[in-house]
């Protein structure tokens, strides 16, 4: 199973995940609140650069830590591929999917804030 593990200094301690290629629908209150997403675009939060560095995994399977889960559902991705995004939308990591959508499960490792946030993506293809 395929896992990407990055570290990201967050300027504003938001990250997004949508299509690869198309922009969304952001949600209009992104960052109000811990978790928002719209059928195309997922925004979460994570700990914000003067805190230090965020741990996102972008995964096919749950990960061995017991992080809440915050959000479950469906991301509309036309071109088969979901990318990790932060405010500027620079794409710090892209994985493929076996369909036209990604089956995204979010858990954190605590709701405001989070140092570790495991990105679940049930039907990402394995490359």
Same mark, same amino acid.
């Given at each position: 199973?395929?896992?990407?593990?990055?570290?990201?200094?967050?300027?504003?301690?938001?990250?997004?995940?949508?299509?690869?290629?198309?922009?969304?629908?952001?949600?209009?209150? =992104?960052? !109000?609140?811990p978790?928002?997403?719209?059928?195309?675009?997922?925004a $979460?939060?994570?700990?914000?650069?003067? /805190? +230090?560095?965020?741990?996102?995994?972008?995964?096919g399977?749950?990960?061995q830590?017991?992080d809440?889960?915050?959000?479950?559902?469906?991301?509309?991705? =036309?071109? !088969?591929?979901?990318?990790?995004?932060?405010?500027?939308?620079?794409? $710090?990591?892209?994985?493929?999917?076996? /369909? +036209?959508?990604?089956?995204?499960?979010l858990?954190?490792?605590?709701?405001?804030?989070?140092?570790?946030?495991?990105?679940?993506?049930?039907?990402?293809?394995t490359?």
């Amino acid at each position: 199973m395929t896992t990407i593990d990055v570290k990201i200094s967050s300027e504003y301690g938001i990250m997004f995940l949508y299509d690869s290629k198309d922009r969304p629908a952001f949600p209009a209150e =992104a960052g !109000k609140v811990p978790v928002m997403w719209t059928s195309t675009c997922l925004a $979460f939060s994570v700990l914000s650069y003067v /805190d +230090g560095d965020a741990r996102i995994i972008l995964c096919g399977s749950p990960p061995q830590q017991h992080d809440a889960e915050y959000f479950s559902g469906k991301i509309e991705c =036309a071109s !088969k591929s979901l990318s990790l995004y932060d405010h500027n939308g620079f794409a $710090f990591a892209s994985v493929p999917l076996k /369909d +036209g959508f990604a089956q995204v499960s979010l858990r954190m490792s605590e709701e405001r804030n989070p140092d570790v946030v495991s990105c679940v993506i049930e039907n990402m293809e394995t490359f």
